[in-house]
């Protein structure tokens, strides 16, 4: 059976975009390949003319879907005037919404401390790398700072932290503890990259 032009490329996107909520929302172990194959009503044969192994499709997850999560923040924060992007992406970042959406929320937050986990080498945390690099030469400019670098250090404390929370705050069951901590970390997080 011949397949249309551009079969292999669709369905190579559907397996990302549906392993990318996955592994937010259960982790990569909780991710099986079976269950995922099935419910795209593909064979599990067909994941591997895709995809080698679990662990390459991690890596591709964050090489080629995930960054669309924190696109889609600083999107929205570029329709701000300058002066107020920086209070607009740590305020998206750390919003109730985005708190509340892990399967399509930040990869970071949702899966850090999963991939510290694996091995130095794999390709998982190469990909990982390469987004937490690419999303501080994105956030780095919205920071005061009198140098590159300078902003540059606060951008990935700022992102780290704020992983962090997020992971804490999807943590917590208490919706009413779950809300302060997020609007606490929002004013601390701004009043400390305004010193």
Do not use: N
């Amino acid at each position: 059976m011949r397949y249309p032009t551009g079969h292999k490329e669709e369905t190579r996107e559907r397996i990302l975009k549906a392993a990318s909520r996955r592994f937010r929302s259960r982790g990569s172990e909780g991710a099986a390949i079976d269950d995922l194959m099935r419910d795209l009503k593909l064979t599990r044969g067909g994941f591997y003319r895709h995809f080698a192994s679990k662990e390459e499709l991690f890596a591709a997850v964050f090489d080629e879907r995930l960054a669309e999560a924190s696109k889609r923040i600083l999107a929205s924060v570029e329709k701000v005037p300058q002066e107020g992007r920086l209070a607009a992406f740590i305020g998206a970042y750390l919003s109730l919404e985005h708190c509340e959406d892990a399967a399509d929320g930040c990869p970071v937050a949702a899966l850090a401390s999963e991939l510290a986990r694996r091995p130095a080498r794999s390709p998982a945390r190469a990909a990982f790398q390469r987004l937490l690099k690419e999303r501080v030469q994105r956030v780095a400019p919205l920071i005061p700072g009198d140098t590159e670098e300078e902003r540059a250090a606060k951008a990935r404390t700022l992102m780290s932290g704020m992983a962090g929370t997020l992971a804490v705050a999807r943590a917590l069951t208490d919706d009413q503890a779950r809300r302060k901590l997020l609007e606490d970390s929002k004013k601390f997080y701004l009043a400390a990259l305004q010193k």
